[in-house]
């Protein structure tokens, strides 16, 4: 299709002897072109010029850099092709020219840990959000990998995928619809070469590996140079995941017991003495008892000078750390109400909705007086924690674990920025986490993480100064999308589409 805007460019031609009937038939022609354009013209969310210019914009380049204000940037395809300072900066005669004055552009976001499906999670969300890239960590293979490639190759809207295989388990998966049983270390070998044949871009390592299955897993992916994230399996200290060469620690892995003046053997015992594990099939009941008693020991044993030798490990290690605090939060605080009357619920099916509810959720319905108690004060250790490895030294990225309860694709991310400030982020740190930091952790800041030039146009407009109140984050005037501009109107459009679709189901 022949693109709405067109440039012609004349041409003189030297042969005297050119036909004046030529020369009507050539300009019929183009003019045919020209209403082709303007009669049958792209989706709105994908409309877009050959080359954008962004005038007077305030530009927070994610380097660490103090904003500029007053700035061009010029993306020519799917690339920054020019930046400096308005008047300095040659605009093409073809560029789509914004004017942004009073408005601030920042790289696009990254949610690190999320669950895609395509039930749960539309990407659209994701990109009206201005989420331009995500890792799942885990979901249904065949069909994330068939969205990464749609993704890529442009036929669907939504953020880049990054993305895991069936996740590496112990004997008894959690979610063995997804996951790959291990028992030996010679099974936890075959699971990374497999993944690898597969296509998945990391390994993600679970709960209920042993500890010589975790070690075999974490030696063979380094041999098959394919990095390994996830979970501190239960057999596993931090510090021994760490040196291990886990890449990421998701929901802050097993700090508490690893930063615990006992070791976790004594910790089992004396949980063992005060609740007694239950020998009853599928009886889920002394679950959270169990994990109010180990919480509460590992709270009352934590030790200060244990946690800053793990965190100086972390340090060494390149260990990087994706809390997931929104998620934490709303497991935690999910009784004080206001989660049930959020704005965002209008997105989430019914179904999904009643599943979220206390009385339905699995994570939510066991729990006893006790465990609320304590889960309370475990996310605001953690919150301490956080701020703690922060001031440490420690990288971090932002992650949501949407779809978990209360949790939103694309709007959580935003909570999440808010809560790393309250940590003790400040706003520049907090939005490295989302763009400069993922592109550091895959290896790819040369391309993208940061606004300069040369590098890819994955970028977020915004009505107010995200550095001054964190939460401006979420007032987005556009998102460029490998280069095609989507303003306010298409990300509405596509936000109402997924409503529609949500009261449908």
């Not at 939504?158 to 979610?175: E, F, L, M, Q, S």
């Amino acid at each position: 299709m022949i693109p709405a805007r067109i440039s012609l460019t004349w041409v003189v031609y030297s042969n005297e002897h050119e036909s004046k009937s030529s020369m009507r038939i050539l300009c019929a022609l183009l003019l045919l072109f020209a209403l082709q354009g303007q009669l049958t013209p792209r989706p709105p969310q994908l409309a877009s010029a050959t080359v954008l210019a962004f005038r007077n914009v305030t530009v927070i380049d994610m380097t660490g850099a103090p904003p500029r204000r007053g700035m061009t940037v010029v993306i020519s395809r799917n690339r920054i092709t020019a930046l400096g300072t308005t008047g300095s900066v040659r605009i093409p005669q073809t560029a789509q020219v914004i004017d942004a004055q009073g408005k601030f552009l920042i790289p696009g976001l990254w949610d690190m840990h999320v669950h895609l499906s395509k039930e749960r999670t539309p990407l659209p969300m994701f990109i009206a959000n201005g989420i331009t890239g995500v890792r799942s960590m885990g979901g249904r293979p065949e069909e994330l990998y068939q969205w990464r490639e749609q993704v890529a190759s442009e036929k669907l809207v939504g953020p880049r995928i990054v993305t895991c295989g069936p996740v590496v388990d112990g004997p008894k998966p959690a979610n063995p619809d997804h996951a790959i049983a291990v028992v030996t270390e010679a099974e936890g070998r075959q699971a990374v070469r497999s993944l690898k044949r597969s296509g998945a871009d990391f390994v993600k390592v679970y709960d209920g590996l042993s500890r010589a299955a975790y070690l075999a897993v974490a030696d063979e992916a380094k041999k098959q140079n394919m990095p390994f994230a996830g979970h501190v399996p239960i057999a596993v200290t931090s510090f021994e995941a760490a040196d291990a060469g886990q890449r990421s620690f998701e929901h802050l892995g097993n700090i508490l017991r690893s930063s615990s003046t006992l070791e976790p053997e004594m910790i089992e015992q004396r949980v063992n003495a005060v609740v007694k594990p239950s020998n009853k099939p599928n009886d889920f009941t002394s679950i959270p008892v169990r994990i109010a008693a180990r919480t509460k020991i590992e709270l009352e044993t934590y030790s200060e000078r244990k946690a800053k030798q793990l965190f100086a490990r972390f340090v060494k290690n390149g260990t990087w750390q994706v809390p997931t605090l929104a998620t934490k939060r709303s497991l935690a605080l999910v009784d004080e109400g206001h989660f049930f009357d959020d704005a965002h619920m209008k997105y989430i099916p019914p179904s999904q909705r009643e599943e979220w509810k206390p009385e339905n959720n699995f994570f939510l319905k066991y729990r006893t007086p006790e465990f609320i108690e304590v889960r309370k004060k475990l996310y605001e250790k953690e919150l301490q924690l956080v701020g703690a490895m922060r001031r440490a030294g420690v990288s971090f990225m932002a992650g949501t674990d949407v779809p978990g309860a209360y949790t939103y694709p694309g709007f959580s991310l935003h909570d999440e920025l808010a809560l790393f400030v309250q940590a003790g982020f400040t706003p520049m740190e907090a939005l490295q986490s989302a763009t400069r930091n993922p592109a550091m952790f895959l290896g790819e800041l040369e391309s993208s993480g940061t606004i300069e030039r040369g590098k890819l146009a994955n970028l977020v407009l915004l009505d107010a100064d995200p550095l001054a109140d964190i939460s401006n984050t979420k007032r987005i005037d556009a998102v460029i999308l490998n280069g095609r501009y989507l303003p306010k109107e298409a990300l509405q459009k596509m936000l109402s589409e997924v409503e529609a679709a949500a009261s449908r189901s």
